[in-house]
């Protein structure tokens, strides 16, 4: 039987941090000339850099959009960028800094806010399909000629969209808490949970409630993962606004009209993938990770026990480890 949901105790600037992002929704910046960084990133300098201390950088692309993204790690001799793609209301700032450090051990990685979202400018698109292209703008600005893609939730959609039209380029994909175009159960229509996800002003209960199962020991995991938001004190991303929250939720909700045709195209889909998920998860029921495991041609299925979509919170360092453990094949 679940345990009664612990009180979370979490402070007021973690709180803020909380209201300033995703479901708990988290600058701007000038635009450069076209494809050129605005801040230089110096090897060195990106090596001793972590979660929440590598800087913001800006990059405008050909499309006018001017992008803003943190770039660190630890670039290996054989692997590539791993670029990350956010979920519905989140920007670079929701980020877990334990997940990330884990990875960024290992590897480079690029996070990023998608057209419209936290500091890039523009207006999010209302499509799936355009934020892939809005995506690969970006990486077409930082002129990667090949990289790893981590896409968690709405950011996974997005992910297999730029796998699909850049299979060249995309050499292994992570999709975290996500769903195939025409899955099932992917249009939140529970009230409780459409309050949550639609508030205007999120708080920490609310990301409890989406995104950690009702139990002591994953509530209590959320908790913390809260609390760790609150590492970075400088240099903060600007909260995604409500255009964007409902340009994200009319994408999310058309990806997510129930059509098996649409499954077909995983079989496009040929890059080893690592498909991963809560086994409790209520924004993205975890029978859409098992169609993903299912429709794609090289994938394997991890499902976390006793956690909902924000396992790779509640497990940063597993599931980092597992990420790098895959990547690194």
Known sequence: MPATKPRARVSRRTAVAVAAMSIAAAVAGAAPSAATAVSHRPEAAARTQNASTAPNLRVTAANGVTYQYRRFGHPGATSVPLVFFQHYRGTLDNWDPRLIDTIAARREVVLVDNVGVGGSTGITPATVQQMSLDAIGFIDALKLPRYDLFGFSLGGEVAQEVALRRPWQVRRVVLAGTGPQGGVDQRASDPKVLEGALRDNPGPADFLFLFFKN???SQAAGTEFLQRLGQRTTDHDAPAGLATRDAQ???WSEW?????SELVRLAALFQPVLVADGESDILMPPANSRLLAKGL?????????????????????QFGTEVNTFLDR
């Open 249 to 251: 939720l009319t994408a």
């Open 297 to 317: 041609p090289n994938a394997r299925l991890h499902l976390y026990p006793d956690a909902g979509h924000g396992f790779l919170f509640q497990y940063a360092v």
């Open 256 to 260: 997510g009209i129930p059509d098996k």
């Open 215 to 217: 139990t002591a020991s």
